[in-house]
């Protein structure tokens, strides 16, 4: 069974700090993976996704995520936090195929606070 | 475009009693899902659907949940007899279609209905 653990509860961060939330998952082959922020009262926004290729992508707002197969993880990154940034974050996986969107598991989430 | 609407937006009820949420998808969204987040835990599928006809309903306490979208559109999700432990905000997601997407399908969340029962 797939499983997604997201160690950090609670980050806080300067503006204009940088940012790193750790994402660990755990499956039997490499899973399709996402980042979706949510924002208090609002549902989840899709930040990005890796299915294969290069290990790094880019997503919205300035976020990027690294893929590294051998620690089983996919970091969310952002070199400068607005304070706008400040949300839920939520680490998902889900199996590798077609109309697997549905199949997501998501992690605990790591709530982000940003000072000014 | 108009997002995924919801309602109510909150509810109160005591355990025991009957509730139901509402979700209007994106217009011409074939796939519409609800979703369960637990306070602390990250959303959880409770049911999907492709057009009027249920994809996925495994993860769904059928012995007191229930789910419909008649028409294809609009959804109704009711919970009786509510538990303590139902307590949890009801998120309503859509997509387009998720077999024409295919692993590109992208979910389009609502707001949600957060549910308290005392």
């Known amino acids: 069974a797939q499983s997604v653990t997201q160690p950090d509860i609670h980050i806080t961060v300067s503006e204009g700090a940088s940012l790193e939330l750790r994402c660990n998952y755990s499956?039997?082959?490499?899973?399709?993976l996402f980042w979706y922020v949510q924002s208090p009262g609002q549902g989840l926004q899709l930040l990005l996704k890796y299915f294969s290729g290069d290990t790094l992508v880019q997503g919205i707002k300035g976020f990027e995520a690294e893929f590294k197969r051998s620690q089983s993880s996919f970091n969310l990154r952002k070199p400068s936090v607005h304070w706008s940034d400040a949300a839920e974050y939520f680490c998902?996986?889900?199996?590798?195929?077609?109309?697997?969107?549905?199949?997501?598991?998501f992690g605990t989430g790591t709530r982000l606070q940003v000072t000014l | 475009e108009a997002g995924v609407a919801q309602s109510p937006r909150y509810k109160i009820i005591e355990k025991r009693q009957s509730v139901a949420f509402w979700c209007n998808p994106i217009s011409g969204h074939a796939t519409l899902y609800w979703y369960q987040q637990i306070l602390g835990q990250g959303p959880k599928l409770l049911i999907q659907?492709?057009?009027?006809?249920?994809?996925?309903d495994s993860q769904l306490p059928k012995d007191r949940f229930s789910a419909e979208r008649l028409k294809g559109v609009d959804s109704t999700l009711k919970i009786q007899p509510a538990k303590l432990e139902d307590s949890a905000v009801y998120l309503c997601a859509s997509s387009l279609n998720r077999r024409r997407e295919g692993a590109n399908e992208k979910l389009f969340f609502g707001s949600g209905t957060q549910l308290s029962v005392l």
């Open positions: 998902a996986v889900a199996p590798p195929g077609v109309g697997t969107a549905s199949k997501l598991t």
């Open positions: 659907f492709q057009n009027n006809g249920v994809v996925d």
């Open positions: 499956y039997g082959a490499t899973p399709y």
